[in-house]
């Protein structure tokens, strides 16, 4: 259940990020099977959110720990905090959902990472 009003309020926004971010890892990632993103988003301090990205699915075939790595940097790069350290939790965790994006968002968030220094990926 959701507590805090202001996650209400950014969750379209953070889920379009999610997305954003879900083309760049499965950019990067090319041959792992199809997942889907997700974080737990925290408001910390009164105002800044933090998302710790984790995968929807539970029982993955495949090593997920490097995809996080990518979605945890791609996150970073676009202003959010990965992880809880340092900070004071505001309210619960609030799971959001990668945006469903079309293949022109998709590619145009893959070329906004890479201008943004993200070329290596991994």
């Known amino acids: 259940m959701d507590f ?16 954003r971010t879900a083309a760049w890892c499965r950019h990067i990632h090319r041959n ?3 997942y889907s993103l997700v ?4 408001l910390v301090d009164g105002k800044a959110i933090v998302l710790e990205p984790r995968l929807a699915e539970r029982d993955v075939e495949f090593c997920e720990a490097p995809i996080i790595r990518t979605a945890s940097i791609a996150l970073s790069s676009i202003g959010y905090a990965t992880s809880l350290a340092g900070f004071s939790k505001c309210s619960p965790g609030t799971v959001v959902f990668e945006a ?5 968002e998709r590619l145009s968030a893959i070329m906004e990472f890479q201008k943004g220094g993200l070329a290596g990926g991994k």
């Open 39 to 42: 974080a737990v988003a925290f």
């Open 100 to 104: 469903r994006l079309s293949a022109h």
């Open 32 to 34: 792992t099977p199809i």
């Open 4 to 19: 805090e009003p202001e996650l209400l309020f950014r969750k379209p926004a953070i889920a379009a990020d999610l997305g």
